[in-house]
């Protein structure tokens, strides 16, 4: 079954750090560029970041950038994003989720069930 | 960044009929490539996200031919021939044409 399962969520003070895991299983892994997105409580959807199959390159959303690494270990199937400096702001479902390309680049086919981020002192 | 509307924000829709969520980009989604990378996605309460549609009018696989996405430039639009039970959640827009992806506000469809 082609699955993403996150953890490492929960509860972090401000300037905080925290590292998301995001488990792939049924496909093969290195073969596809990995997003994270988030969810603020109640509301819409955020690109956070994403990083292509070789782990060779990485993008960020400004409101992260210099905070955040996106990383993945391809021989473990798993994602990760580090995120330090945290802030109130941050706090959201995190989704980790899979571009397939052979459909499009704007196919994200698999979402893992999220994990909740919460910044607060 | 591509600013994503939708319209309505809220869609009180009847077993059995029609519904339409429009999406509106700021800036033509056409891609150098000459694709249209709009997608649409629904949400339903405490579930992440699953794709719908993809390349503004492809869908994915297992999604029932009730789902059928159009548009092109900068308006596109989902439509639900026959709502069913099943369909209630959020509805977003994504577009993968320019980094970043930005998505709309979401539309709400509840059954009435």
């Known amino acids: 079954e082609l699955q993403l399962v996150e953890s490492g969520g929960g509860l972090v003070q401000p300037g905080g750090s925290l590292r998301l895991s995001c488990a792939a299983s049924g496909f093969t892994f290195s073969s596809y560029w990995m997003h994270w997105v988030r969810q603020d409580p109640g509301k819409g959807l955020v690109f956070v970041s994403r990083i292509n199959g070789d782990g060779s390159s990485t993008n960020y959303a400004d409101s992260v950038k210099g905070r955040f690494s996106i990383s993945r270990d391809n021989a473990k199937n798993t994602l990760y994003l580090q995120m330090n400096s945290l802030r109130a702001e941050d706090t959201a479902v995190y989704y980790c989720?899979?571009?397939?390309?052979?459909?499009?680049?704007?196919?994200?086919?698999?979402w893992g069930q999220g994990t909740m981020v919460s910044v607060s002192s | 960044d591509i600013v994503m509307t939708q319209t309505p924000l809220s869609s009180p829709v009847t077993l059995g009929q029609p519904a339409s969520i429009s999406c509106r980009s700021s800036q033509s989604l056409v891609h150098s490539d000459g694709n249209t990378y709009l997608s649409w996605l629904h949400q339903r309460p405490g579930q992440p996200p699953r794709l719908l549609i993809y390349k503004n009018s492809n869908r994915f696989s297992g999604v029932p031919d009730r789902f059928s996405g159009s548009g092109a430039g900068t308006d596109f639009t989902l439509k639900i021939s026959r709502v069913e039970a099943e369909d209630v959640g959020v509805y977003y827009c994504?577009?993968?044409?320019?980094?970043?992806?930005?998505f709309g506000p979401g539309t709400k469809v509840e059954i009435k």
């Open positions: 994504m577009q993968a044409t320019q980094f970043p992806r930005t």
């Open positions: 989720a899979r571009e397939n390309l052979k459909l499009g680049r704007d196919a994200f086919d698999i």
